[in-house]
């Protein structure tokens, strides 16, 4: 194996950009590793824990792009080498301006382009504030893309931003429809009745979605950021956008997506959705300490969310389609061994997982997590899986230093394989997220490993759900196609997932 880099100075790329260029690139022949990164401190410290730093790297400053890799030979690093540069140019030449220069500061951008009222922020977390501060200190609405931003400086933001009676997303806003333009990972949605605000990127996704397929779409979409919702930043953002969407005439209900508060920001969010004149729906997901009042109403799940969402501006009931009909379940139910009890999920990111226990709390099964609801319940994500276990792969163990697992199914497929092996697993509980960031064809991917644990395990069942809209990239008709051709029970949203498993494992679990 032969190592090997290349550093472009002053070559400034998104890191969405640089995660996908890096998938790429360690797909190619003769590519064991790679890493597509700018050259900052925290980044090298991931090259030195995947055993990526080489001496060529050492000079590379914050700004310049660093693109390292482990291949079987000289001829194949070089090509990957080339490749990498290639895209991160054709990057650079699909996002620049026409024939023109790009502007190389927010102020210069500003000033001839005073018509900008929002401003998207995705550098190194470490550079983000002082951007972030720049763009509210210019009048602008600012999307905080980055994460590992210090929560005291977000506070900072925050409060200057609020003064100032600007919007600031993030840090770690992931996902954004505004003036009918997705920023982050987003889905392909039309404009619509429904505004929605969420501390959770996937949530806002699954819900839009679900709306978009149900034939109604969306005149907003703000995320807030995970911070947003503690105690220290009160849901500033959260409230704020509220605000702002209960102004905005094109929206006719506003539904607020988030995991549990603490009880006074809960109280606080409750309270500006009692003030607005629109009907609010309020997913605290897994939640059920609130009921119906007034202009305000709650829901537990993200299709409930945007049920009633969608109940709310139509009066009508929503009919989302199924996939898979009952008769199909009870054959997979039927089709388990004696001893096959348990689920083992594995999703993308947190929020997803976090639904999927509450559901299954409900039903009375207690699920082990690398993000538990019950902390008695907590394991890490590379530990052994014991009963019902539930992994978040969108966590930090997973993805420092690769790509998240919504573009990158390395770490997935070879879970898939693990959990199948075990002779105690009835159903491998998946989610799927469609739209622009995320992995082009996630579909096929899972196949192929779905068709490699059924070679270990022939009754080993595997269900997902899957967000997404037949306007994304991937369409989701065809995704839906491709899972269950190779044996997949799909579903539209994450909470009939759920269902779905523990419909499937209910008789063995009781026996």
Do not use: C
């Not at 064991?32 to 401190?41: F, S, W």
């Not at 140019?89 to 790009?102: A, H, L, Q």
């Not at 539930?390 to 497929?413: C, L, Q, S, T």
């Amino acid at each position: 194996m032969v190592f090997s880099a290349r550093i472009l100075k002053n070559e400034y790329r998104d890191s969405v950009f640089l995660m996908r260029i890096n998938d790429q690139i360690e797909r190619m022949p003769g590519v064991k590793r790679a890493a597509v990164m700018m050259g900052t401190d925290a980044n090298k410290d991931l090259m030195r824990e995947a055993g990526l730093y080489i001496d060529e790297v050492r000079e590379a400053g914050p700004n310049d792009l660093v693109i390292v890799l482990e291949a079987e030979n000289a001829g194949s690093a070089d090509e990957a080498l080339s490749r990498a540069q290639e895209l991160a140019f054709k990057v650079e030449k699909e996002t620049t301006r026409g024939e023109e220069e790009p502007y190389r500061s927010l102020r210069s951008a500003v000033a001839f382009e005073p018509d900008i009222d929002l401003v998207l922020i995705s550098t190194p977390g470490e550079y983000a504030y002082k951007e972030a501060m720049r763009s509210i200190l210019l009048g602008r609405h600012t999307m905080i893309f980055s994460s590992n931003v210090p929560i005291e400086k977000e506070i900072k933001l925050k409060e200057l931003a609020e003064r100032k009676n600007l919007l600031v997303m993030g840090p770690d806003a992931g996902t954004a429809i505004v003036g009918g333009v997705g920023l982050g990972f987003f889905n392909v949605i039309s404009g619509g009745p429904v505004g929605i605000v969420g501390a959770a990127g996937t949530g806002i996704q699954e819900v839009s979605s679900v709306l978009g397929l149900s034939g109604i779409g969306i005149s907003a979409a703000i995320g807030t950021g995970s911070n947003d919702i503690s105690e220290s930043i009160g849901g500033k953002t959260m409230i704020m956008g509220l605000k702002m969407l209960d102004a905005h005439a094109g929206t006719k209900a506003v539904t607020i997506i988030s995991k549990p508060p603490s009880k006074t920001v809960a109280e606080k969010v409750v309270q500006s959705a009692h003030e607005s004149g629109k009907p609010v729906i309020i997913n605290f997901i897994g939640n059920e300490d609130y009921r119906q009042s007034g202009n305000v109403d709650f829901a537990f799940t993200l299709e409930e969310a945007a049920y009633k969402s969608y109940f709310k501006v139509t009066g009508k009931e929503m009919k989302l389609k199924d996939w898979v009909s009952p008769e199909k379940v009870k054959e997979a139910s039927d089709s388990l061994g004696s001893d096959q009890r348990y689920v083992r999920g594995l999703f993308s990111g947190g929020t997803i997982n976090y639904e999927s226990q509450a559901i299954f709390r409900k039903s009375g099964r207690p699920v082990w997590s690398n993000s538990a609801l019950d902390k008695s319940k907590k394991i890490g994500g590379f530990d052994s899986s014991r009963e019902d276990t539930f992994v978040d792969m969108g966590a930090e163990e997973f993805v420092r230093g690769v790509p998240h697992p919504m573009i990158d199914f390395r770490f997935r497929k070879e879970r898939i394989l693990k959990e199948a092996n075990d002779p105690s697993v009835g159903v491998i509980l998946l989610d799927i997220i469609l739209g622009y960031g995320s992995n082009m064809d996630p579909a096929s991917e899972i196949s192929e490993a779905v068709i490699k644990a059924r070679s270990v395990n022939k009754r080993v069942v595997f269900v997902s759900s899957i967000v997404g809209t037949e306007g994304d990239p991937q369409n989701i008709s065809k995704q839906v196609k491709t899972l269950m051709d190779s044996g997949v029970l799909v579903t539209p949203t994450s909470a009939r997932a759920a269902d779905m498993a523990l419909k499937i494992v209910e008789r063995r679990w009781k026996a």
